[in-house]
């Protein structure tokens, strides 16, 4: 797929992309797809964290997905900034057709199965019932050119889920979708991306020691700045640092919407 950033001259200066706080799937390890589970009482204090965050960054548009943890997510922001949620069907997370609902850990053969096939070519493999990578793209795509259209020189907040903001970070960073497939989009960080020619990407950290900072760069583990040496790039290559792993059963775990 050839990498190029969707940037024009009418883009918003500024998009900040968030996923989702801990939803109730997440905690019960389920796959959750677009299953629409409440957030959990951590994800509710995520979202608060998000809005305290971007407090002082006066936002123009905040767009959610029409799941509720998309929603629950950004409503503190919303309620801190005085402005309506925009949700989206466009921006749903990935359908996991079949396997949605089900606990991961108590998967039988077949279904233990289709996940692996999955895991090994999401770009192009459907679950029964349910979408590959390259559905969400083709489903994302049209609907982030437009709200780029519609809002010249405005800052939009984007609240998704891991597979969407994936699809959302590679067209605004014109980053490969083939080499960002497998990264884990964590609720710790809000990313804030600074539309031009050549892209910069921020990432603000919610949590832990460091939480509150403003760092260059991608980051989306609890080290390093990641790296993406030796992988195809668009317009916007990443700072060195740690290389990135696949998402196997590990990042699995942390929850798939």
Known sequence: MNAKTIWSENCPRTVFLARHGQSESNLEERISGQADPNLTEKGLRQAQ?????????????????????????????AESQGIALCPQDALKEMSFGALEGRLRNDLDQKSRHLLDRWTQDKLRFRI?????????HQRVLPFLSQILAD?????LLIVGHRHTNIVLLSALMGWELESTMDLSIRSKYVYEIHCAPTPRIHTICLTGEVRGSRIEGFRHEDSSVSSFSGLRLGTAPLP????????????????DG
């Open 128 to 136: 029964p019932g349910g979408e590959c990578l390259l559905d969400v």
């Open 49 to 77: 964290r998000l809005a305290t965050a971007l407090r002082s960054i006066p936002l123009t548009k905040i767009l959610t997905s029409t799941l509720r943890r998309s929603m629950e997510t950004a409503q503190p922001t």
């Open 151 to 155: 809002n010249p020189d405005g800052t």
């Open 240 to 255: 060195t640092g740690k290389m990135l792993s696949p998402m196997g059963e590990e990042q699995l775990r942390n929850g």
